[in-house]
């Protein structure tokens, strides 16, 4: 059985992952549930909610339906990710499900697809793995890696695609990321490759050298590479993280179950 369960329809031919919402994560097991990376990090709220908020309160004084409008961004950045990880598949987009989006999420989300176009020419010799779900069943947690490629110096790393705010909880994202990935074995990374339809390009295992997140913005398609070097105390953040979610699952003795 492979490292890591992800509980999905299963498909012969590679195709690309069209959301990443309500993704559950297993250990290899396949029976027993872990959180993901972005459950455990959303324990952080940094002003999320703050920020939502007043947004909401933006659009009423505009006279607009602040779920309408919420619903365009969260959508164009699905899509986006989606039209970014078909171009690192080398696949043809899905256009039934393109075309289930209006068009102004589909202009955005093209827009944005432009600049990661420019950016991947400008910075990227070869993609490795794109929407890669691993599962670290040690520490109990799962997540999706976005895309493991070589830059044009043949160096092996991880990018990470937002098309939204970049949070300083973003690194403790990152660090599991490259933590998921340094510690799997090259058997382990190809059965999960080809159990959804690709092909692994890579011989030996290799470890992350670089780390960065690419900042889209689906208006411009102006690109903003934030780059990531050491992360090892994110990583022990985050795993602070992960136990306190553990430790909030766990039951608790009401106080009069103590008597």
């Known amino acids: 059985m492979s490292e890591n369960v992800v509980k999905k329809k299963v498909v012969k031919n590679e195709k690309a992952s069209k959301s990443k919402a309500h993704i559950r994560y297993f250990k290899s097991d396949g029976i027993t549930p872990v959180p993901g990376t972005t459950t455990i990090t959303g324990q952080l709220d940094e002003g999320k909610s703050g920020g939502m908020a007043y947004r909401a309160w933006e659009f009423g004084m505009k006279g607009l339906d602040y779920k309408v409008e919420w619903a365009k961004k969260t959508d164009s950045g699905s899509l986006c990710h989606y039209l970014v990880d078909c ?10 499900h393109v075309d289930e989006f209006s068009k102004v999420v589909i202009e955005k989300a093209e827009t944005g ?3 990661w176009l420019d950016y991947k ?5 070869e993609i490795i793995a794109s ?12 997540g999706m890696v976005d895309t493991i490629a070589r830059d044009k110096q043949g160096r092996l790393g991880l ?19 490259e933590y998921l990935w340094n510690t799997r074995t090259i058997e382990q990374i190809r059965m999960i490759v080809e159990e959804r339809g690709g092909i692994l390009n890579l011989k030996v295992m290799e470890k992350i050298e670089w780390k960065t997140v690419v900042q889209i913005d689906k208006d411009t398609g102006l690109i903003t590479p934030i780059p990531y070097e050491d992360l090892s105390a994110p990583l022990e953040i985050f795993k602070h993280l992960l136990a306190i979610y553990y430790l909030k699952k ?6 009069w179950q103590k008597k």
């Open 121 to 125: 020419k400008e910075h990227i010799s």
């Open 250 to 255: 766990k039951p608790s003795k009401k106080a």
């Open 113 to 115: 697809m432009l600049g």
């Open 131 to 142: 929407e890669l779900p691993l599962v670290d069943d040690f520490l109990g947690f799962g």
């Open 159 to 177: 990018i990470d695609i937002k098309t939204g705010k970049v949070y300083e909880s973003t690194k403790y994202q990152i660090a599991p990321y």
């Open 87 to 96: 171009d690192n598949k080398n696949i043809q987009a899905d256009q039934d």
